[in-house]
């Protein structure tokens, strides 16, 4: 439960767990990770897509944090921006993207070429690179099957951002090629059919569900916790 702080800054996107990793924020971005660890005991889970029901829920921005508390346990971590649609992991870690995820996956750039480092030790990034007119296809490719393998013996963790999964298929496509899948929902705009909607779009691709993140909870007491710091 990510829990609403203040206002945010349209102009730049603030990364709560780079900034401020003792907050109370931050703390539930490290209870997530543990969650996601327990969420999957007996199997591996190295790759884990990000999706939500529909637009503006938080998928970019959780995913983004979360990318931080993997790589500041010290895992290698890849955080790719499969959403080709509306992409923001380049403008996030203030990032080129001339060269990214489409332009691996159109054979222009090889992998090597095109993953970036963060200013976050640990964690390297794949930007969507320029937007192609055919996202859901580059995405379902033999060639992006061989691009998450080739990213698994790299890094010790892959995830994945993508685009709503009741918009178009892309998350669809993604959940069944990663090890998990993480939903989020935004308290006050997720309605309950469309979280349920979700829920089958996803499972109706055996994907594995490893649990909801519900985004931007407002909390008194928390605030008082964080302020009182
Ligand atoms: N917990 C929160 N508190 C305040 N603002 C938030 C919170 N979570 C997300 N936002 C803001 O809401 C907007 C949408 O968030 P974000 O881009 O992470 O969502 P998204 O699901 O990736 O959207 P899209 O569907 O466009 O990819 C951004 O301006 C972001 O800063
Ligand atoms: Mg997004």
Partial sequence: MIKRKRPVNQSTRQLITK??????????????????????????????????????????????????????????????????????????????????????????????????????????????????????????????????EKAKNIYDLVIFDSPPVLAVTDAQILANDVDGTLLVVRSKQTDQDAALKAKDHLESVNAKLLGVVLNDVESKKDQYYYYGQ
Wanted: hydrophobic letters at 35%; zero cysteines; charged letters at 25%.
């Fill in 19 to 148: 900034l401020n990793p003792r907050s109370p924020i931050s703390e539930q971005f490290r209870t997530i990770r543990t969650n996601l660890q327990f969420a999957s005991i007996d199997e591996k889970l190295e790759t884990i897509l990000v999706t939500s029901p529909g637009p503006s829920e938080g998928k970019s921005s959780i995913i983004a944090n979360l990318a931080i508390v993997f790589a500041q346990q010290g895992k290698r971590v890849l955080l790719i921006d499969a959403d080709m649609r509306k992409p923001t992991v380049h403008y996030t870690f203030k990032v080129d993207n001339r060269r990214g995820l489409s332009s691996v996956l159109v054979g222009e750039d090889a992998l090597e070429e095109a993953l970036q480092q963060s200013d976050i030790t640990n964690l390297d990034l794949l930007s969507s690179g320029p937007i192609p007119p055919n996202p859901s296809e580059l995405l379902g490719s033999k060639k992006m099957r061989q691009l998450i």
